[in-house]
């Protein structure tokens, strides 16, 4: 079989590497085509990945693995399923969408080269089936990451950078110690030094001891998501990167803290999952409100969207710990739709500073006569944003809050009130930017063909999946069921079953 997998994870990685070795005086254009070039290959590959996935098979598909480190049980292991799958493939539509949006024009030799290493990160991170590979690419995000803040950010982006790379070590150190502890007490009951994922899952310990591990793997993946109180390093991280930059954080990267929640919490402290689920549900739905009314009194479009992002977060979140299939099902579903319309909310954020070198709302305004296209896409992305049915964003919600409703009514009422108060936010933004009158009656130019190319994919999916989410939970079903029935006793499960049912 064709090694789809690794050509995902190794193809990035060493063109990157490469990259930075090669003479740096050719014209900023021939990097950008190279890098588009190997980032629109990724995406080849893992289309053919995609129709060759085998629906409803819950377990992983495609696996290999390879002895790595066998003195410490460390393997490089590869594999997909319905969780993971649509995760790779938004990174792979959204990478190559930032490479031919991106405007930096100083050292775009490093600036390719640092995406491309971020990619393969990514796309690693969603693929490995070692907790000790998964630690390896969920930690190298944070290098070019930091790099492509702090050298092509806006003026604080060095300050955000640091901050931003403060926060994540400091919750991969949380990880790192949850790692070993889990690994040393499965060696001391089972005799077995291992990472593999599927082996730890059933490493016999103490309840309190399954709670410390919970937490701690928990503090990392909520700074990474971010969910409240874990996320003041995103509106500073969000506002001062480049908008190409800004498109991997809010539409990628934080998706690996909610992939870690249901991928190594569920999966691997069950118990400590449910008995501490209120603990994040609390933080969560505390998040949804704080965002959404903190971005309803945001001037600057960036953080107004970083502060959606916290409220959205929190919405998945919210569904992950229904413990019902409808909420995870809704939860990863909406990982997908969030990225993407978040991804083309800073896309046309990014084409709106090209022309008036500002995104303070009060500095904008009349863009509804004087850019229709733009206006009109706005509207599409926003409306999404905001869960119109009909476009993507509605069904991911729609069954996040019905699955917790069936666990968790309260909270789900909480939720609602998100939901609300996105509309106005976004709504009151809109009119601000596009259909409040301009007195300086300043001039503004509509979307070029090439940047209405760039966000014509992201409509599309946008309209698609909103139509047609069946394509989509086709496939995560299955996987969503499997890891479900694992981290629920079979009491509790055929229990939220019934009341689905009812």
Do not use: C
């Given at each position: 079989?064709?090694?789809?997998?690794?050509?995902?994870?190794?193809?990035?990685?060493?063109?990157?590497?490469?990259?930075?070795?090669?003479?740096?005086?050719?014209?900023?254009?021939?990097?950008?085509?190279?890098?588009?070039?190997?980032?629109?290959?990724?995406?080849?590959?893992?289309?053919?990945?995609?129709?060759?996935?085998?629906?409803?098979?819950?377990?992983?598909?495609?696996t290999s693995s390879y002895r790595w480190i066998p003195s410490f049980g460390i393997s490089w292991s590869l594999g997909v399923d319905g969780i993971s799958l649509f995760l790779v493939i938004l990174s792979v539509v959204l990478f190559p969408i930032a490479i031919f949006g991106s405007k930096e024009t100083r050292d775009p030799k490093s600036f390719i080269a640092w995406m491309l290493v971020l990619e393969a990160a990514c796309v690693g991170s969603f693929l490995v089936t070692d907790l000790f590979d998964f630690f390896l690419m969920f930690e190298l995000t944070l290098i070019p990451t930091y790099f492509l803040m702090a050298n092509w950010g806006f003026s604080l982006g060095g300050r955000?950078?640091?901050?931003?790379f403060v926060y994540t070590f400091l919750g991969s150190a949380f990880l790192l110690v949850g790692i070993l502890a889990l690994v040393f007490i499965h060696e001391a009951s089972t005799g077995q030094l291992t990472f593999s994922i599927s082996a730890l899952a059933h490493t016999q310990m103490s309840s309190t001891a399954g709670r410390l591990l919970f937490l701690a793997f928990s503090v990392a993946f909520l700074i990474k998501a971010p969910v409240f109180p874990f996320h003041t390093w995103s509106p500073d991280a969000y506002s001062q990167s480049p908008i190409s930059t800004a498109i991997v954080l809010g539409g990628v990267m934080a998706k690996l803290g909610t992939y870690g929640i249901l991928r190594f919490d569920f999966q691997l402290f069950p118990q400590a999952s449910r008995s501490l689920g209120w603990l994040i549900l609390t933080l969560a739905v505390v998040g949804i409100g704080y965002g959404a009314i903190t971005?309803?009194?945001?001037?600057?479009?960036?953080?107004?969207?970083?502060?959606?992002?916290?409220?959205?977060?929190?919405?998945?979140?919210?569904?992950?710990?229904?413990?019902?299939?409808?909420?995870?099902?809704?939860?990863?579903?909406?990982?997908?739709?969030?990225?993407?319309?978040?991804?083309?909310?800073f896309l046309l954020l990014?084409?709106?500073?090209?022309?008036?070198?500002?995104?303070?709302?009060?500095?904008?305004?009349?863009?509804?006569?004087?850019?229709?296209v733009m206006a009109g896409i706005f509207t599409v992305v926003m409306l999404a944003s905001i869960g119109v049915p009909g476009l993507n964003g509605f069904i991911g919600e729609f069954m996040i809050l019905l699955g917790a409703f069936v666990s968790h009514r309260w909270w789900a009422v909480v939720g609602v009130s998100g939901v609300i108060l996105s509309a106005?936010?976004?709504?009151?933004?809109?009119?601000?930017?596009?259909?409040?009158?301009?007195?300086?009656?300043?001039?503004?130019?509509?979307?070029?063909?090439?940047?209405?190319?760039?966000?014509?994919?992201?409509?599309?999916?946008?309209?698609?999946?909103?139509?047609?989410?069946?394509?989509?939970?086709?496939?995560?079903?299955?996987?969503?069921?499997?890891?479900?029935?694992?981290?629920?006793?079979?009491?509790?499960?055929q229990s939220s079953l019934g009341k689905v049912g009812r």
């Open positions: 079989m064709f090694p789809y997998l690794e050509v995902l994870v190794f193809l990035p990685a060493i063109a990157g590497v490469l990259l930075f070795f090669f003479p740096s005086e050719f014209p900023a254009r021939y990097y950008r085509r190279l890098g588009l070039s190997l980032s629109l290959a990724e995406l080849v590959v893992a289309v053919v990945m995609l129709l060759k996935f085998k629906t409803g098979v819950a377990g992983y598909q495609m955000a950078a640091v901050k931003f971005a309803a009194g945001e001037s600057h479009l960036s953080r107004l969207v970083a502060y959606s992002s916290l409220s959205h977060m929190g919405f998945i979140v919210l569904g992950l710990f229904a413990f019902t299939t409808i909420g995870l099902s809704g939860a990863v579903l909406q990982m997908f739709n969030h990225g993407i319309y978040t991804a083309a909310l990014g084409m709106i500073y090209s022309r008036r070198n500002t995104l303070d709302t009060s500095k904008l305004a009349g863009l509804q006569s004087k850019a229709p106005i936010y976004m709504l009151w933004a809109y009119q601000k930017v596009f259909h409040r009158k301009d007195p300086e009656q300043r001039g503004f130019k509509d979307l070029s063909v090439a940047e209405v190319a760039t966000l014509v994919p992201l409509v599309i999916l946008i309209v698609g999946v909103g139509l047609f989410p069946s394509l989509l939970l086709n496939r995560i079903n299955p996987s969503v069921h499997k890891v479900l029935s694992e981290a629920t006793p079979a009491s509790s499960y």
